[in-house]
């Protein structure tokens, strides 16, 4: 039977460019030869329409900067907000979209409601665990009032039991996630995986096969935003004990930025290790597989919380694909899939000694080899977004 052609809106709640996931999943659709818009957020005052690779961006509008943060404020997303419903019932009414698919909670009602007007199914992209994530934010942020008001767990708990219920389908990217929204009553046949997997094509295998260790000394690697959340702190101290206690030469390049990079950068003075860290600030993405490709260990040092156990980095199989072994915290998706594969090892969350032992253990050539190398494998078997889209894609291809 011949495949149909689908008009399909995407809903991202960010200004857009850039976002990686919502790009693999602008492609993976468009490569099947369906027509992507993309509707999303413009605080930075963008061009209202634009076409990029054939991907069609329709952004909210957007006011002057003489009228301070009220650009801000129109454009933020929320379910009620009558700048965003608009936007996406004029994407779906003038293009003729056959289903809508809404990044994360914030807009999914909003996705809903326009997609019951128009009579299309209507499918969330859960990359994050929202309400979660706002308890991770309240929990190791910087609180500030507004957060009762916007960024209030107990609310998105509210929305989100009523969104699982009316939903048509929910993409998650992790088992652990499944699971949850499961044990909330959704239905099982309408939550499927999709992973935040790395195209195979993103690292040039013959540079991941040519890669060696730079001399004796042990280069590791963190790659993501600079919050209290992402745990840099148990890695810094580790790193301190490591260094007062062995002498085999090791640094850490922490590749990011964001609200916390001044107290990790004091945090590290401290501690007596600045000379041993180099903070690289914002990094392109293209060039992101040079610096993980030059290094010997990837971090993963996330807090454990609700938020974590429930998502998986895209950095994870980054390092697997790059070959590199992972030294992650025991965040429950992680550490299940570093066991699973044998691709590098688990520390105890806020346990600098713990983390210590893990980099005593990694100082062994040999066990890194075989870290890689099961790494490399797992990405090429199974772990990987030519696997993962098809998913997505079957799905989509059954409506």
Not at 195 to 210: E, G, I, M, R
Not at 211 to 225: A, E
Not at 281 to 286: A, E, K, L, M
Request: with cysteine; hydrophobic share 40%; charged share 30%.
């Amino acid at each position: 039977m011949e495949k149909k052609r689908k008009r399909i809106c995407v809903v991202y709640q960010e200004d857009y460019p850039w976002d990686i996931r919502v790009e693999k999943i602008a492609n993976v659709l468009s490569s099947e030869e369906h027509d992507v818009f993309i509707v999303c957020r413009n605080e930075s005052r963008r061009i209202r329409d634009e076409d990029l690779n054939g991907i069609k961006i329709k952004r909210l509008p957007a006011v002057s900067k003489k009228f301070g943060k009220l650009n801000e404020v129109i454009n933020f997303p929320a379910f009620f907000n009558p700048l965003w419903i608009s936007a996406i019932s004029d994407c779906v009414k003038n293009n003729k979209i056959d289903f809508i698919v809404v990044r994360d909670l914030p807009l999914a009602l909003a996705a809903i409601a326009v997609g019951r007007f128009y009579k299309i199914p209507v499918f969330l992209d859960m990359a994050e665990c929202y309400p979660e994530l706002l308890r991770s934010l309240w929990k190791f942020g910087i609180f500030r009032f507004q957060n009762l008001v916007v960024r209030n767990p107990y609310f998105a708990d509210v929305i989100e039991k009523i969104v699982i219920k009316r939903i048509d389908h929910i993409f998650v990217v992790v088992e652990e996630a499944r699971e949850r929204l499961i044990a909330k009553g959704a239905d099982p046949r309408k939550v499927s995986i999709v992973s935040n997997t790395s195209p195979l094509a993103k690292f040039n295998p013959n540079l991941v096969v040519s890669k060696k260790d730079s001399g004796n000394k042990l280069k590791m690697i963190y790659v993501g935003y600079l919050t209290k959340g992402r745990g840099l702190t148990t890695p810094f101290e580790g790193l301190a004990l490591f260094i007062k206690d062995h002498k085999s030469p090791i640094s850490l390049c922490v590749v990011g930025t964001g609200e916390a990079e001044d107290d990790y950068k004091k945090l590290a003075k401290r501690l007596g290790i600045e000379e041993f860290i180099e903070f690289k600030g914002w990094v392109d993405n293209t060039k992101i597989a040079e610096y993980i490709l030059s290094s010997d260990v990837g971090l993963v040092p996330h807090h454990v919380c609700g938020h974590w156990n429930n998502t998986v980095p895209n950095k994870l199989f980054d390092y697997m694909a790059c070959g590199i072994p992972v030294l992650s915290s025991n965040t429950r998706p992680v550490s299940r899939i570093i066991k699973e594969t044998g691709c590098g090892l688990v520390y105890k969350d806020l346990d600098p000694v713990d983390f210590r032992d893990c980099l005593i253990e990694l100082t062994n050539e040999s066990k890194r080899m075989s870290f890689r190398e099961n790494g490399r494998r797992a990405v090429q078997e199974k772990y990987n977004w030519e696997i993962d889209s098809k998913s997505m894609v079957a799905i989509i291809n059954t409506l």
